[in-house]
């Protein structure tokens, strides 16, 4: 099991964080999402971790990844 960090721009509700952890949990081995509105934080636990899968689920939610 594998935990990755992301630090996401553009969230500023609760709305935003459901979005970024519905397309991010569809991610196949993606077993949990854990999304913080404040620091912009998304830690995502997967077996295996596929890092492209997860950048491109959030766009697809329509946010960016910092760095």
Known sequence: MSVATYTVTGMT???CVSSVKEEV????GVTAVEVDLESGRVDVT?????DGAVRAA?????YEVAG
């Open 13 to 15: 509700c609760g709305h």
């Open 25 to 28: 949990g569809e991610v196949p």
């Open 46 to 50: 997967a077996d295996p971790l596929d």
């Open 58 to 62: 959030i766009k697809e939610a329509g």
